[in-house]
Nanobody, 123 residues
């Protein structure tokens, strides 16, 4: 059974940094794309970033480009999201997701989801 478990969220001041981690287990993810999404209160879930597990191709939402970096550690089956220069508008629950439909920002094409980790950025 596939499991995605996020960690690393917390409270940080604007301008600060956090690194989110996602531990993936239950299958081989070699052909999969791993994504990060976020959902703020009262808003729809939105795409943040994605990376192909095998080749490392990456994709970012315009709102985080240049501030966030997605990466994987294949040996540990981990996915990371390094978040720098955080802004109050980055406050949300962040979700790790896995899918095999190629790099995409469509949440519906990711079949596996973690439980989420809260990120709060104070001004």
């Amino acid at each position: 059974q596939v499991q995605l478990v996020e960690s690393g969220g917390g409270l940080v001041q604007a301008g600060g940094s956090l690194r989110l981690s996602c531990a993936a287990s239950g299958r081989s993810f070699g052909s999969y794309v791993m994504g990060w999404f976020r959902q703020a209160p009262g808003k729809e879930r939105e795409f943040v970033s994605a990376i192909s597990w095998s080749g490392g191709s990456t994709y970012y939402a315009d709102s985080v480009k240049g501030r966030f970096t997605i990466s994987t550690d294949k040996a540990k089956n981990m996915v990371y999201l390094q978040m720098n220069s955080l802004k109050p508008e980055d406050t949300a629950v962040y979700y790790c997701a896995a899918g095999n439909s190629g790099i995409t920002y469509y949440a519906s094409l990711y079949g596996y989801w973690g439980q989420g980790t809260q990120v709060t950025v104070s001004s």
